[in-house]
Every structure is written in structure tokens, then in C-alpha cells.
């Protein structure tokens, strides 16, 4: 029978049991999702090089003849390596591989074969360690691009090229089995190529501009796909409380501060959608300390003041906690019993405190998603606040809603706050069923957080500087890029990203410094700084660990907190006040501007300090140089809409990791530059289809 994109993966030859496990790990079930399943990232095997002529710790490809068959030698432990000798014409070198010894048996003497690796010179020695090697066979030229996939155990990037190939070559051979979302129009109008070649070249692009017209459609196609299931959705036409009396006076009038423009007006906004008896679907979005809390704590108000009840869901539980301590003693002071509900409130505590949302007594819970858990009712649910929305599934988000109402015309009000300011072009697009309120106004008095840019040159500098801060009992921030040590060796899609940008194949092979990793970088500096308590915190850690290390930082038992962007979520420690950021080119600009509002939370001066090797003049040098002059998180925002597209401000499943989140939106390729145009053409085909009948 032949294949189609339904057809289970298992139907594929050489996917047994266990590969089909390893595969739906990836969220692969299916041969279109198989198809699906993008690269991310290309090894460019294209630059072949003559052997004696490329320095040590290059990556190329070389061309080489086998001077000798493969031997292979029993070390320890059972461990094989395996050796030849090859040359060309520039001369000659020795290949290794360890625990490979199979690899005797497709590499003979005389033969010719494409090698793609490291190559180290040492004196007069040339090697290359396990290298790619690709045998060279008369009418079938090898690939210049060869995709790189995200993998899990047991699943090789061989196995995946053969899956995707074997799958294409089935489909492509039965016209129209490849289904094609987008209708004839407009993909001539916006000179997009057919889905079966984009997927063909997007798996096994010929060369880079082939490769940037498959993303090119790829990227569109998701655009109009989400812009359809938007347009789809409809009006909401179900009611929720209309409150009656939505003054703020008496939470507001005590505080010690006058509210800001920004914050009066989104007030005034939220006011204005309770009243309405219609769902409130509202986002709140603005710089960190701009003020969302208040915003929050007068919606929560006027909800609990009209009889409902407010339910507050932030993403991790320091945060909860954080939001609980400021907010309950506002709350209490006004009659209205403010309670926490997270992971680790005690089982007794816990059974006091769930009789009394259910019976109505108290009038704002503040939690972490134990909000969700079944056992959790209320008496009148009038308002569900999400903090921080990127971090929550809508799974998790709708489960609070649905606690509101078991009648189907009934449902809660809305708010969402978010700490990224969404440029208002984007925000249109990707929360269309949402009004805005942007707090785009800081209050009075805040210091500016003093911005540097420097190179590893500084690093003697830096450390000294980070002792400074401890000697005098400040806390330090540093934030690398990634978990644990990458190899290196390949094109990443981020450096896809910088080819889209216009630079060159050559500049793109250029030997990078590795990205730093939060694991060993923290063991680096521990090193560096004698006698100071240095903590490390990532994504991959248990949620309850992670919060561990995060308490002991904010009570100042560390000095210094390594971490990856898991730390960019609102947590507040006043006495940090240096943050650093290395492989800062690697961040979007929003980002390092969130990083950078970790810090200058008290009253002590902070700075933050840059950490990029990127050549000065280079784009990417220009981006890290916008941080030192601009501190408006709105306008960084539309920079870096307009330099990178929208890919940094789409909700992911996780703060790293690539941690796929089933049911949550995702644009696995969307990082062009172009894509804002795109998204707009997508969205305005999508809204053409979904008109017609
Ligand atoms: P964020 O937007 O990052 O959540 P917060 O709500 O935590 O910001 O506010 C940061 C700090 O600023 C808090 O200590 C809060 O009390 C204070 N604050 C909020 N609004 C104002 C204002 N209008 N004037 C002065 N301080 C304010
Ligand atoms: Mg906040």
C-alpha cells in the first residue's frame, strides 16, 4: 500500500519498536511529522580543502585517498581505535576513530572518499579524529549541505536522512500525496515554490539559496497555518461577571507611590472590560519594573470587592511567593483573604486552605500551576491572572479557566502580564483575540543599569571586577548560552540566520568560540574566584531544585548565580547588581534586555556587562552596541522586530532546552529577517481563506 502522510512511522522500512519509541520522543508518529521534523542547522561539507594547507582546528572537508586499510587496536575497557592513513595532493594524513571498528569494513586502500572533521596539526603530524566519511562514487555527487537534526537516543542523524529520503522518494512519486496548505494564489502572489519541493530542499538543500527558498515557504506556511486557526476561532460569545463597582481608590490611595500615565490608563482599561459582562482577554506587557504588579493587584481587587473570587498563576514558586508577600498584606488590610497555594505548602495547611476557596472566604489565591490540580474548586472564579504567559502551556491555562463555570455560556475574565514589551505591530498578529495595555511608562527615579560591550580580553578585568562586587557583599549574575558543552563543527541554524543576514559561506565557517556552558563555566569561575560561593541553575534541572538554588541566591548565600535565561523570569534580588552575559551575540536584544533588569533593583549602582567575541564593525557587534544606548524596552523591541523578526518573541514551551510543548505554538523556522512581511502576507491570505465559505 502506499504511504501517506498519515501512515505511522513503523510502516517505514528499518523502524522497529523501539526506533518508533525513540522517534515519538521527538514528536515524530507519523511520516508527515517525520517530514516536519526540520533540521536545525546544515553542515557545510562543501569547502573542501587541500589537506597540508588548513590550520589546526579547522573544520573542512578534504578529498583523500586511503594510503592504508583500516587497522583496528583493543585499548582498555574494551575500547577500539581504529586507523588509517590518507592523502591527496597536498600531502598526507592519520585518521582515527574510536569504537568504530566497523568502520574497517567501508573505508579500503586506494579508494577515494570525502572526509568531513577537525583537522590538528601537531609538528609535522596532521590528524583528523572522527571525521565524516562519505565514499566518492562516480555519477553521484556528494552533498554540499548535509542537514543536522535534533536528535534523542537511539535515533542517529544517518537514520533520520534515511527516513526523510526513503519517505520523500514514496510521496513525491504519487502526485498530490504531499498535501498542500497553501492555495495556487497565493503562492503566486507571494512567489512561494510547492510544498514538495520546499520539503526536499529544506531536508536536502543543493545549496544555501535553495535552502533560503524552502525556509522562505516553510516559514509562511506556519505563519498562515496559525493566522487560519486564529481567524477560525470566532468571537467570543460567552458571558462573564460584569462587576458592578470598579473603584481602586482604597488599594490605590495608601500606596506610598502615585501611579504612573501607563499604569492609570491600563487600569482604567481593565475597569472598563469587567463592567463590560463580557471575557476580558487583555495583556498587560512593559519593562521589567514598570509596574505590572499593582496592575494586577487592582483587577484582582475590584473582582474580589464584587463577591468573585481571583486566582494568580505564576510560573515558578519563588515568584509566586514574591507576588503573595507584596500583595497579601495590601489585600488583608482591605478585608479580603489573600492566600498561597503552591507545590510545597504543607498537606494540613493545604486541607484549611482548599474548604475555604471553595467556600468563598478567600478572595485571592496566589499559586504556581498546584492551581490547576483537581482538587482545587471555587466558589466564584471571576478572574484568572497568568504572569509571565510564555511560560505556561494553554493547556495548563485553559485548566485554570475551566474551574470558573460548568455552564458553557459562562466563563472568567482574562489578564495576562508579560515582561517582554511586544511591539504593537507583532502583538496584533500573534495575540489578535487580546487588547493591549502597555505599561510603556517607568516610574519616577529608576537608575539606568550602565551598559558595557567587551571581548574575552577583558577577562582578567571581569573576574577582578566580580570580586569587587562580592568584597563588598553585592551578588553577581553571569548567564551563558547554553546547558552543557556543544560539540562543535557545525553550521547551527543561528549561523543560518547570520548567512540570511548576507554574510558569506566563508565568514560562516569561520572556527567559532564555543558557546559557554552554564555547568562547566560555573566550575571555571569558581576557580577564578577563590573563597567565593558560586551556584549554577538551568533548565534541566528539577523544578525543585532549581528553585533551591534560586532561594539560596536571593537570601545571599551565594555570591554568584551561573545560570542559563532561566533566571530571566522576574525574580528580584535588590543586592545583585552586576549581571554578566557571555556569547552575548547569541541573545536576541529583548532578551539581554530582560537579562539586564535583574540587576538595579536596589539602590546600589549596577552595570551589565556584554560578553562577545563578534568583531567590531559586525552586525552582530552593531546589535550588542544598541544595549549600551538604548533603555527603552519598547523600542529595543521594535530593533529587534526589525533586525531579526518575530522568532524571539513567540511563546516557547521552555526558557532552553528544546523542550517541545504538544498543542503550543510554535515556528520552528521563523527567525528571518524578513518574516514580519511574511507574517503580514500569511496572516492576510489566512483572513481571504477563512471568508470564503
Ligand atoms: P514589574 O513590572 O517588573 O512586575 P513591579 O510591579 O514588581 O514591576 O514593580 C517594581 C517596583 O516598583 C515595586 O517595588 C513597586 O512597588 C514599584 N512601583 C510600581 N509602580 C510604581 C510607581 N508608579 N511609582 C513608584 N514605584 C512603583
Ligand atoms: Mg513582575
Redesign the pocket.
Known sequence: MPITFDTPVQYLTGVGEARAAGLAKLGITTVGQLLYHFPRGYEFRGNVQAVATVPSGETASFILVAATDVSNTMLRRGMVISRLRAFDESGSCEITFFNQPYIKDSIHKGCEYRFYGKLIVEGSKRLLNSPVVEPIEENKPLPNLVAVYPLTAGITQKLLAKLVKNALDQLIAQPGAIPELLPDKVRAENNLCAISYALTAIHFPPDFDTLSIAKRRLIFEEFYRFALGAAGRGEDTRRAPMLADTDTAPLIAPLP????GA?TRAIADIAADLSSGKPMRRLVS?????????VAAAAAYMTAKNGFQCALMAPTEILATQHYN?LAPLFEKLGIGCRLLTGSIKAAERKKLLPALADGSVGVIIGTHALITEDVRFHALGLVICDEQHRFGVGQREALLAKASDDPSVTCHQLT?S?TPIPRTLAMFLYGDLAMSP?DEM???RQRVETFVVNEGYRERLNAFIEKQCAVGNQVYVVCPSVEEIEGGEVTMEDIRLFDFGYDAEELMRPQSKPKAAVTWASTLAEALPGRRVGCVHGKMKAADKDAVMRSFAAGELDVLVSTTVIEV?V?VPNATLMIVENAERFGLSQLHQLR?RVGRGAAKSCCVLVSDAKSGSTARQRLDVMRTTYDGFKIAEFDLSERGPGDFIPRGEADGDVRQHGELRFRLANLCEDMKLLESAVNAAKEAAKQP
Open positions: 507611590y502615585t501611579l504612573t499604569q512593559g519593562d521589567v519594573g514598570s509596574g505590572k504588579t499593582i507584596d502580564m515582561a505599561l516610574p519616577p527615579g522576574g528580584n533588569g
